[in-house]
């Protein structure tokens, strides 16, 4: 009586892979058995790195087909080819030179602002800047930057940074409609960010500055984990409370090993344009002693500015808008100290 095919397989269910204690059949190697009479012939297909393990296959297999009863010859083809390697991952930001993350711990301190007037701060210093708006739920660098045209994409496919005020600008805003609310979990966070850092054509930069959402949550783990921050900036009040908001987001910095380039006090005074006194409304000091305590540099103070707000709503922050402004020099201070601390002062 000729074997069948059944036999063949359950003979070739004794051929282990080698190395492992899984056979060839379950492993799904075994393409084809077709039986002419005495004649079985059989195809097995597998990826291995190992070089010597189609060989060593194709003898165990041979033996375990010749000893069915009614065969008379074996033809066996085993292609072993070797696993390609993964394709590598697009470089992330390969372009830019330095990727600086204003962060705040918690809402409500003028990060935005500051993070809008600070990249056209460095523009103003002779530094090529694009602006990366991460506030995934917030986003407002669109409306700051005075951005009315949406993101066009380029013959690569990559979306291309909207001008604001001679920078590049990414934002959500751009993409969605300013009344709907971003309900997003984790995983959607993650991948939006991907997407701004990887799918977007930056090009040459010297600086990006990274307009983080307050806190310490998905978002900014997501940056610091998948880009080689240069370095962050935490933007503060002088009230108490904010101040230990800032705390907690400059050790969230150096839990995962981002250089924290300084402290930024926001809203610290208001002077007045008529008679030049300062008038401290939310106390005075606080962020140059959290940045004394913490031992990293104080970077400097931000007035209390009716002109600060007023340019942002405006579209032209008051680096541009008034650029001589004790405020816009007190932006161009601070984006020079930091170009400095990274070693282009």
Known sequence: MP???????????????????????????????????????????????????????EQAARAAIQALPSVVKV??????????????????????????????????VGKSTVAANLALALKRLGHTVGLLDADIYGPSQHMM?????????????????????????????????????????GPMVMKALEQFLVDVAWGTLDFLVVDLPPGTGDAQLT???????SGAVIVTTPQDVALIDARK????????????????????????????????????????????????????????????VLGGDAGTPIVVAHPDSASAKAFCAIGAAIASRLGQG
């Open 3 to 57: 074997v069948t095919q059944e036999q063949v397989r359950d003979a070739l269910k004794t051929v282990r892979f080698p190395g492992l204690s899984r056979d060839i059949v379950s492993f799904g190697f075994v393409k084809s058995i077709q039986i002419d009479g005495g004649t079985v012939t059989v195809d097995i297909a597998m990826t291995t790195a190992n070089p010597d393990a189609g060989t060593q296959v």
């Open 75 to 108: 033809e066996l083809s085993v292609n072993a080819t070797s696993p390609q390697a993964a394709p590598a991952k697009p470089a992330i930001l390969p372009g830019v030179r330095y990727k600086i993350a204003v962060a705040s711990g918690k809402g409500g």
């Open 145 to 185: 930057m005075g951005c009315t045209d949406r993101p066009m994409v380029n013959e690569d496919e990559k979306i291309i940074p909207v001008d604001g005020n001679g920078i590049g600008v990414m934002s959500l805003g751009f993409l969605m409609d300013p009344d709907t609310p971003v309900i997003w979990r």
């Open 223 to 229: 940056i610091t984990q998948m880009v080689p921050l």
């Open 249 to 308: 987001g400059l050790q969230m910095f150096r839990k995962v090993n981002v250089p924290v380039l300084g402290v930024i006090e926001n809203m610290s005074a208001f002077v007045c344009p008529s008679c030049g006194h300062r008038e401290e409304i939310f106390k005075s000091g606080g962020g140059h002693r959290t940045a004394d305590e913490l031992g990293v540099p104080f970077l400097g103070d931000i007035p209390i500015d009716p002109q600060i």
